[in-house]
């Protein structure tokens, strides 16, 4: 019969539990990081949960590229010095952050939300493709800076068909990046220089 650890409170084990939900962390590294909180000052549990409440209670996303903000407008889009006729169009957050770190990229994004991707149930319609469709009309280009495994090449295939009409210049990455890499672990070097010499986007 397997070993089942037991726990001497159920609120400790009702914090075991909410802990190991997130994505990576396992039962007992839950349990670890449960006790470390119960042994910390009261204040800075209580600001380490008020942050997480003020996280998913207050964050925003920008009403222009969907981007995490404080206000509706994100820190980019607002940003005068930004050429705002180039858009990035990228996966998720965290491919924003990837980018921003090269300091390479000096236009706008727009984030998808994901790729398409039947196995997983996501859709166009699951992503913020109609939004982008109404961007690309003021746009001077459109890059597709998404992940080059099957689904993220099915996703800029896709985005070409819907926005080709318009006539906006459409790039994609130099592939420095080998197929199948994500932008999230490409190291800063490697993924400015593919945005530097992106290419004409070949359906």
Known sequence: ????????????T????????????????????????????????????????????????????KMISDDDVCSICSDTKRDHSIICVVESVRDVMSIEATGQYHGVYHVLGGIISPIQGVGPSDLTIRELVERAGEAEEIILALPGDVEGETTAFYIYRQIE???????????????????????T???????????????
């Open 1 to 12: 019969m397997p070993y089942k650890e037991t726990y001497p409170s159920a609120l400790l």
């Open 14 to 65: 009702e914090a075991v539990e909410a802990i190991s939900s997130l994505p990576g962390v396992g039962r007992r590294s839950a349990l670890r990081l449960a006790l470390h909180l119960l042994s910390q000052p009261e204040a800075n549990v209580h600001h380490f949960t008020d942050a997480i409440n003020h996280l998913r209670d207050d964050v925003k996303y920008c009403r222009y590229c």
């Open 165 to 187: 009409s318009t006539g906006v210049k459409v790039t994609s990455l130099a592939r420095g990046l080998g197929f199948g890499d994500d932008l999230e672990y490409a190291d």
């Open 189 to 203: 070097l490697t993924l400015g220089r593919s945005i530097v010499n992106r290419q004409t986007f070949k359906p």
